[in-house]
T-cell receptor, first 115, second 115 residues
Protein backbone atom coordinates (compact mmCIF):
# COMPACT_ATOMS: atom_id res chain seq x y z
CA UNK A 1 0.00 0.00 0.00
CA UNK A 2 1.35 3.41 -0.98
CA UNK A 3 1.04 6.27 1.52
CA UNK A 4 1.97 9.84 0.64
CA UNK A 5 2.60 12.57 3.19
CA UNK A 6 3.12 16.26 2.51
CA UNK A 7 4.77 18.73 4.86
CA UNK A 8 3.94 21.44 5.73
CA UNK A 9 0.16 21.40 5.47
CA UNK A 10 0.15 25.17 5.02
CA UNK A 11 2.81 27.76 4.28
CA UNK A 12 2.62 31.55 4.13
CA UNK A 13 5.56 33.51 2.72
CA UNK A 14 6.26 37.04 1.50
CA UNK A 15 6.57 37.65 -2.21
CA UNK A 16 10.01 36.97 -3.64
CA UNK A 17 10.97 34.25 -1.19
CA UNK A 18 12.33 30.88 -2.34
CA UNK A 19 10.51 27.95 -0.79
CA UNK A 20 10.50 24.16 -0.58
CA UNK A 21 7.54 21.83 -0.34
CA UNK A 22 8.12 18.29 0.86
CA UNK A 23 6.55 14.99 -0.11
CA UNK A 24 7.36 11.53 1.27
CA UNK A 25 6.10 8.14 0.10
CA UNK A 26 6.30 4.68 1.64
CA UNK A 27 6.65 2.40 -1.41
CA UNK A 28 9.83 3.25 -3.29
CA UNK A 29 8.99 0.95 -6.23
CA UNK A 30 7.51 3.82 -8.20
CA UNK A 31 7.65 4.57 -11.91
CA UNK A 32 7.46 8.30 -11.36
CA UNK A 33 6.20 11.04 -9.09
CA UNK A 34 3.94 13.86 -10.16
CA UNK A 35 3.37 17.34 -8.73
CA UNK A 36 0.08 19.15 -9.29
CA UNK A 37 -1.34 22.56 -8.53
CA UNK A 38 -4.97 23.06 -7.53
CA UNK A 39 -6.61 26.46 -7.27
CA UNK A 40 -9.67 26.80 -4.97
CA UNK A 41 -12.71 25.13 -6.51
CA UNK A 42 -10.77 24.17 -9.63
CA UNK A 43 -9.25 21.09 -11.19
CA UNK A 44 -5.70 19.80 -11.19
CA UNK A 45 -2.89 21.32 -13.22
CA UNK A 46 0.07 19.02 -13.77
CA UNK A 47 3.30 20.86 -12.96
CA UNK A 48 6.09 18.33 -13.18
CA UNK A 49 6.50 14.61 -13.59
CA UNK A 50 9.78 13.00 -12.56
CA UNK A 51 10.56 9.57 -13.90
CA UNK A 52 12.12 7.07 -11.51
CA UNK A 53 15.34 7.20 -13.51
CA UNK A 54 15.61 10.98 -13.06
CA UNK A 55 16.76 12.89 -10.02
CA UNK A 56 15.16 16.21 -10.88
CA UNK A 57 12.96 18.03 -13.35
CA UNK A 58 12.71 21.76 -14.00
CA UNK A 59 10.05 24.01 -15.48
CA UNK A 60 10.56 27.75 -15.24
CA UNK A 61 10.78 28.74 -11.56
CA UNK A 62 9.87 25.22 -10.45
CA UNK A 63 12.30 22.43 -9.71
CA UNK A 64 11.29 19.01 -8.44
CA UNK A 65 13.70 16.42 -7.11
CA UNK A 66 13.23 12.74 -6.42
CA UNK A 67 15.15 10.46 -4.06
CA UNK A 68 13.64 7.01 -4.35
CA UNK A 69 15.93 5.42 -1.77
CA UNK A 70 14.75 7.75 0.98
CA UNK A 71 11.17 7.96 -0.32
CA UNK A 72 11.22 11.73 -0.73
CA UNK A 73 10.50 14.39 -3.29
CA UNK A 74 10.76 18.16 -2.99
CA UNK A 75 9.24 20.96 -5.02
CA UNK A 76 11.34 24.10 -5.05
CA UNK A 77 9.70 27.38 -6.07
CA UNK A 78 12.05 30.25 -6.79
CA UNK A 79 11.16 33.91 -6.40
CA UNK A 80 7.59 33.22 -5.32
CA UNK A 81 4.75 35.41 -6.60
CA UNK A 82 1.19 36.01 -5.33
CA UNK A 83 -0.04 34.08 -8.37
CA UNK A 84 1.69 30.99 -6.99
CA UNK A 85 -0.86 30.86 -4.17
CA UNK A 86 -2.64 27.52 -4.45
CA UNK A 87 -2.64 24.01 -3.03
CA UNK A 88 0.23 21.84 -4.24
CA UNK A 89 -0.30 18.10 -4.40
CA UNK A 90 2.16 15.30 -4.97
CA UNK A 91 1.06 11.92 -6.25
CA UNK A 92 2.83 8.59 -6.42
CA UNK A 93 1.61 5.60 -8.41
CA UNK A 94 0.63 2.39 -6.67
CA UNK A 95 1.31 -0.51 -9.00
CA UNK A 96 -1.64 -2.85 -9.48
CA UNK A 97 0.22 -5.27 -11.72
CA UNK A 98 1.75 -5.13 -15.17
CA UNK A 99 1.49 -1.57 -16.38
CA UNK A 100 -1.71 -0.92 -14.39
CA UNK A 101 -1.52 1.53 -11.54
CA UNK A 102 -3.48 4.09 -9.56
CA UNK A 103 -2.31 7.38 -8.07
CA UNK A 104 -2.06 7.98 -4.35
CA UNK A 105 -2.17 11.65 -3.41
CA UNK A 106 -0.88 13.53 -0.43
CA UNK A 107 -3.25 15.94 1.32
CA UNK A 108 -1.41 18.88 -0.15
CA UNK A 109 0.38 22.01 0.99
CA UNK A 110 -1.69 25.20 0.94
CA UNK A 111 0.67 27.97 -0.16
CA UNK A 112 -0.09 31.65 0.33
CA UNK A 113 2.31 34.21 -1.13
CA UNK A 114 1.71 37.65 0.32
CA UNK A 115 2.40 40.76 -1.78
CA UNK B 1 -6.40 17.32 -29.01
CA UNK B 2 -9.05 18.29 -26.50
CA UNK B 3 -8.33 17.46 -22.90
CA UNK B 4 -10.32 15.22 -20.60
CA UNK B 5 -13.90 16.44 -20.52
CA UNK B 6 -16.31 16.04 -17.66
CA UNK B 7 -19.94 17.00 -17.44
CA UNK B 8 -21.76 18.41 -15.81
CA UNK B 9 -19.31 20.69 -14.05
CA UNK B 10 -21.76 21.28 -11.23
CA UNK B 11 -24.57 18.97 -10.18
CA UNK B 12 -27.14 19.49 -7.45
CA UNK B 13 -29.21 16.57 -6.27
CA UNK B 14 -31.66 16.08 -3.43
CA UNK B 15 -31.16 13.23 -1.04
CA UNK B 16 -32.37 9.96 -2.54
CA UNK B 17 -31.93 11.00 -6.17
CA UNK B 18 -29.45 9.53 -8.61
CA UNK B 19 -26.34 11.30 -9.85
CA UNK B 20 -24.69 10.45 -13.18
CA UNK B 21 -21.27 11.89 -13.86
CA UNK B 22 -19.73 11.64 -17.32
CA UNK B 23 -16.11 11.57 -18.42
CA UNK B 24 -14.79 11.66 -21.97
CA UNK B 25 -11.10 10.73 -22.04
CA UNK B 26 -8.54 12.33 -24.28
CA UNK B 27 -8.47 11.05 -27.84
CA UNK B 28 -6.56 7.79 -28.03
CA UNK B 29 -6.78 7.14 -24.29
CA UNK B 30 -8.34 3.85 -23.29
CA UNK B 31 -7.74 3.99 -19.53
CA UNK B 32 -10.01 5.98 -17.22
CA UNK B 33 -9.66 6.64 -13.50
CA UNK B 34 -12.13 8.23 -11.10
CA UNK B 35 -11.04 10.07 -7.96
CA UNK B 36 -13.07 11.78 -5.24
CA UNK B 37 -12.11 14.81 -3.20
CA UNK B 38 -14.20 15.22 -0.08
CA UNK B 39 -14.21 18.61 1.67
CA UNK B 40 -11.02 19.09 3.72
CA UNK B 41 -9.65 15.76 2.49
CA UNK B 42 -7.20 14.71 -0.16
CA UNK B 43 -7.96 13.11 -3.47
CA UNK B 44 -8.79 9.43 -3.13
CA UNK B 45 -8.79 6.82 -5.86
CA UNK B 46 -12.14 5.21 -6.58
CA UNK B 47 -12.01 3.04 -9.68
CA UNK B 48 -9.86 2.24 -12.72
CA UNK B 49 -11.47 1.14 -15.97
CA UNK B 50 -10.41 0.14 -19.42
CA UNK B 51 -12.88 -0.21 -22.27
CA UNK B 52 -15.66 -2.54 -21.07
CA UNK B 53 -13.60 -3.71 -18.08
CA UNK B 54 -13.24 -2.69 -14.46
CA UNK B 55 -9.57 -3.19 -13.58
CA UNK B 56 -9.61 -2.07 -9.95
CA UNK B 57 -12.49 -0.78 -7.85
CA UNK B 58 -10.84 -0.98 -4.45
CA UNK B 59 -11.75 2.64 -3.67
CA UNK B 60 -15.43 2.42 -4.53
CA UNK B 61 -17.95 2.38 -1.69
CA UNK B 62 -19.58 -1.04 -1.56
CA UNK B 63 -23.11 0.23 -2.06
CA UNK B 64 -24.81 2.78 -4.31
CA UNK B 65 -21.75 3.50 -6.47
CA UNK B 66 -21.04 1.97 -9.86
CA UNK B 67 -18.89 2.83 -12.85
CA UNK B 68 -18.72 1.80 -16.46
CA UNK B 69 -16.68 2.57 -19.55
CA UNK B 70 -18.52 1.18 -22.56
CA UNK B 71 -17.02 0.39 -25.93
CA UNK B 72 -18.62 3.54 -27.30
CA UNK B 73 -19.25 6.74 -25.38
CA UNK B 74 -18.04 8.28 -22.16
CA UNK B 75 -17.28 6.68 -18.84
CA UNK B 76 -20.13 7.03 -16.34
CA UNK B 77 -19.89 7.19 -12.56
CA UNK B 78 -23.32 6.53 -11.12
CA UNK B 79 -24.37 7.22 -7.56
CA UNK B 80 -27.77 5.92 -6.53
CA UNK B 81 -29.83 7.32 -3.65
CA UNK B 82 -27.37 10.09 -2.90
CA UNK B 83 -26.75 11.22 0.67
CA UNK B 84 -25.21 14.45 1.97
CA UNK B 85 -21.89 12.68 2.53
CA UNK B 86 -21.59 12.15 -1.23
CA UNK B 87 -21.10 15.91 -1.71
CA UNK B 88 -17.61 16.21 -3.15
CA UNK B 89 -15.59 16.98 -6.26
CA UNK B 90 -15.28 13.99 -8.56
CA UNK B 91 -12.32 13.99 -10.92
CA UNK B 92 -11.74 11.81 -13.92
CA UNK B 93 -8.33 11.13 -15.42
CA UNK B 94 -7.24 9.26 -18.52
CA UNK B 95 -4.06 7.75 -19.87
CA UNK B 96 -3.04 6.12 -23.14
CA UNK B 97 -2.53 2.38 -23.36
CA UNK B 98 0.89 1.14 -22.22
CA UNK B 99 2.28 4.63 -21.87
CA UNK B 100 5.85 4.37 -20.67
CA UNK B 101 5.67 7.67 -18.81
CA UNK B 102 2.61 6.50 -16.87
CA UNK B 103 1.06 9.94 -16.66
CA UNK B 104 -2.58 10.66 -16.01
CA UNK B 105 -4.36 13.65 -17.47
CA UNK B 106 -7.10 15.12 -15.32
CA UNK B 107 -10.42 16.66 -16.21
CA UNK B 108 -11.86 19.79 -14.56
CA UNK B 109 -14.05 17.78 -12.18
CA UNK B 110 -17.75 17.60 -11.35
CA UNK B 111 -18.79 19.21 -8.13
CA UNK B 112 -21.72 17.33 -6.63
CA UNK B 113 -23.84 19.00 -3.99
CA UNK B 114 -26.50 16.96 -2.22
CA UNK B 115 -29.19 19.02 -0.50
Amino acid sequence: KQEVTQIPAALSVPEGENLVLNCSFTDSAIYNLQWFRQDPGKGLTSLLLIQSSQREQTSGRLNASLDKSSGRSTLYIAASQPGDSATYLCAAPFILGGSNYKLTFGKGTLLTVNP
Amino acid sequence: NAGVMQNPRHLVRRRGQEARLRCSPMKGHSHVYWYRQLPEEGLKFMVYLQKENIIDESGMPKERFSAEFPKEGPSILRIQQVVRGDSAAYFCASSPPRDGTIKQYFGPGTRLTVT
